[in-house]
């Protein structure tokens, strides 16, 4: 999810409640340059975390707020994990995450008000549909 006032994510939140969130344990705050609360995460392998109840079916990251499609935010936008800044609006699993929860695929001008942040991608972890 990606939160900016202008973004469109600010009206979905399909990606929280579709994927599992997982990461390198090192981005939660029971490390010291963590910063992902670690009471909202689990531990999933020696090296990964994930974000609680993305492991569930159907899966729903703790930290989402509001309802899929309406009004949603994130309540540690500001800590959230390099898997979370990771996937941007208008990307392949963005479309998956959208049409689980019958939303359509975002259009171009939708895509277009956003500025693509780079800084963070090559991390272990990621949201994906399959088991660690
Ligand atoms: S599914 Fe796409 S539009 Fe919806 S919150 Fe995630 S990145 Fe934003
Ligand atoms: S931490 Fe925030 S951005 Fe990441 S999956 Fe959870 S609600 Fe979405």
């Known amino acids: 999810m ?5 973004s469109p994510c600010t009206g979905c939140g399909a990606c929280c ?4 969130v997982s990461f390198y344990w090192g981005e939660a705050d029971d490390h ?3 910063t992902v609360p670690a009471a909202l995460t689990e531990r999933i392998s020696p090296f990964l975390v994930a974000m609680r109840g993305t492991l569930s079916e159907p899966p729903r ?5 509001g309802e899929v499609g309406g009004e949603v935010g994130c ?5 959230r994990s390099s898997s979370c800044r990771e996937l941007l609006p208008g990307e392949d699993k963005c479309v998956r995450a959208r049409q689980r929860h019958g939303l359509p695929p975002l259009t ?3 895509i277009g008000k956003l500025s693509v942040d780079h800084d963070a991608r090559g991390r272990a972890g990621t949201h994906s549909d399959s088991a660690p």
């Open 75 to 79: 309540a540690i936008y500001a800590q």
């Open 2 to 6: 990606k939160a900016d006032v202008e």
């Open 61 to 65: 990251c703790v930290a989402l707020q």
């Open 108 to 110: 171009d001008a939708q």
């Open 32 to 34: 010291p340059d963590g």
């Open 17 to 20: 409640a579709h994927f599992r």
